[in-house]
Antibody
Framework: EVQLVESGGGLVQPGGSLRLSCAAS????????MHWVRQAPGKGLVWVSRINRDGITTTYTDSVKGRFTISRDNAKNTLYLQMNSLRVEDTAVYYC??????????WGQGSLVTVSS | QSALTQPPSASGSPGQSVTISCTGT?????????VSWYQQHPGKAPKLMIY???KRPSGVPDRFSGSKSGNTASLTVSGLQAEDEADYYC??????????FGTGTKVTVL
């Protein structure tokens, strides 16, 4: 069974940094592209970032380019999202997700990030 | 990277059908058959209901069906049941390793 467990969320001040982790199990992590998707409170889903199997190819939504970095450690079966220069509008539940057949397929339960002074 | 456009709400009585539209552009919905639909209940993670426009993952009831015409994709839920009340989101591959989600539709079972 595919399991994705996010951690690292919490309260951070504007301008601060936070690193999210996503521990994967139940599948061969290194064989899959991975994504981060976020959802602000009471709002819709927003795709954030994608990384290929070996971590070389990464893409980001425009609003986080230059501030967020997606990475992975295939030896540890873990996906990361380094978030710098955080803004109030980055407040959201961040979901880790596995790709399959060119779509976001399996989701974690999410980690809440709150950016507030 | 503009969000795909969905109606904010849709509703139907038990047993009826409801159809949700998802409008994009030729750079996303119209350009690829990588359109998917997700169901999200309050406080829960999204669940994949339709992929590649019209395919259903195993375990998803055949009451759920998808289609696409030009830049607009659609999700139809037939034989509405109480447990179908949820938020629904479409998503599409948008080229150059980018993806986009829809604005979301709240489905209410009357």
């Amino acid at each position: 069974e595919v399991q994705l467990v996010e951690s690292g969320g919490g309260l951070v001040q504007p301008g601060g940094s936070l690193r999210l982790s996503c521990a994967a199990s139940g599948f061969t992590f290194s064989s899959y592209w991975m994504h981060w998707v976020r959802q602000a409170p009471g709002k819709g889903l927003v795709w954030v970032s994608r990384i290929n199997r070996d971590g070389i190819t990464t893409t980001y939504t425009d609003s986080v380019k230059g501030r967020f970095t997606i990475s992975r450690d295939n030896a540890k079966n873990t996906l990361y999202l380094q978030m710098n220069s955080l803004r109030v509008e980055d407040t959201a539940v961040y979901y880790c997700a596995r790709e399959y057949n060119n779509l976001v397929h399996s989701w974690g339960q999410g980690s809440l990030v709150t950016v507030s002074s | 990277q503009s969000a795909l456009t969905q109606p904010p709400s849709a509703s139907g009585s038990p047993g009826q059908s409801v159809t949700i539209s998802c409008t994009g552009t030729s750079s996303d919905v119209g350009g690829y058959d990588y359109v998917s639909w997700y169901q999200q209940h309050p406080g829960k993670a999204p669940k994949l209901m339709i992929y590649e426009v019209s395919k259903r993952p195993s375990g998803v009831p055949d009451r759920f069906s998808g289609s696409k015409s030009g830049n607009t994709a659609s999700l139809t839920v037939s034989g509405l049941q109480a447990e179908d009340e949820a938020d629904y989101y479409c998503s599409s591959y948008a080229g150059s390793n980018n993806y986009v989600f829809g604005t979301g539709t709240k489905v209410t079972v009357l």
